[in-house]
């Protein structure tokens, strides 16, 4: 079995198994502010479990390169995580499904400008994966007394390569 995985453009479609995809490109679904903001409504299925709340932070990730070996996936099975990037560079978004509790073979997407994600709760993930400096993000997510993380070490490691369109 080849361990290696090629980047796909993130679209809505494709990462429906796994979360929502949140665009601010294109037309505002409305008008707000006495006419001068648009308002992007509603993009993510936000869940926080019995016992958490809403918790809103900044994360600074270091920048990776291709090739990228992934060698640790997570979840959280309390609650979905968002990540909402501070520039317009794209990141990775690495997601497997669930396969009787494990990791299945993950899938990369990448991240167009304006393009963040909601992770729903228990998909499991890569880490925040930025391809470029600064790696800002603000992420919503649970905040509760109850563990809320699950991680799995793959070894050997999953090879993310650029498709043979990226440039």
Same mark, same amino acid.
């Given at each position: 079995?080849?361990?290696?995985? !090629? /980047?796909?453009?993130?679209?809505?479609?494709?990462?429906?198994?796994?979360?929502?995809?949140?665009?601010?490109?294109?037309?505002?679904?409305?008008? /707000?502010?006495?006419?001068?903001?648009?308002?992007?409504?509603?993009?993510?299925?936000?869940?926080?479990?019995?016992?958490?709340?809403?918790?809103?932070?900044?994360?600074?990730?270091?920048?990776?390169? %291709?090739?990228?070996?992934?060698?640790?996936?997570?979840?959280?099975?309390?609650?979905?995580?968002?990540? %909402?990037?501070?520039?317009?560079?794209?990141?990775?978004? /690495?997601?497997?499904?669930?396969?009787?509790?494990?990791?299945?073979?993950?899938?990369?997407?990448? !991240?167009?400008?304006?393009?963040?994600?909601?992770?729903?709760?228990?998909?499991?993930?890569?880490?925040?994966?930025? %391809?470029?400096?600064?790696?800002?993000?603000?992420?919503?997510?649970?905040?509760?007394?109850?563990?809320? &993380?699950?991680?799995? &070490? %793959?070894?050997?490691?999953?090879?993310?390569?650029?498709?043979?369109?990226?440039?």
């Amino acid at each position: 079995m080849s361990r290696e995985i !090629t /980047i796909e453009p993130l679209t809505p479609d494709a990462f429906a198994p796994f979360g929502d995809v949140l665009d601010a490109s294109g037309q505002p679904d409305k008008i /707000i502010n006495a006419g001068l903001c648009g308002r992007h409504h509603d993009l993510a299925q936000m869940d926080f479990g019995q016992g958490g709340r809403a918790g809103i932070s900044i994360f600074n990730a270091q920048a990776r390169s %291709l090739p990228y070996a992934v060698t640790l996936l997570e979840r959280h099975p309390d609650g979905s995580q968002a990540f %909402l990037p501070l520039t317009a560079n794209p990141f990775l978004v /690495i997601v497997a499904p669930d396969n009787a509790g494990e990791p299945g073979v993950p899938r990369a997407f990448i !991240t167009a400008p304006h393009q963040g994600i909601n992770f729903y709760r228990s998909v499991w993930h890569g880490v925040l994966t930025p %391809l470029s400096a600064p790696g800002l993000f603000a992420v919503v997510d649970r905040i509760g007394d109850t563990p809320n &993380l699950e991680e799995v &070490l %793959l070894d050997p490691p999953y090879l993310i390569v650029p498709s043979t369109s990226e440039p």
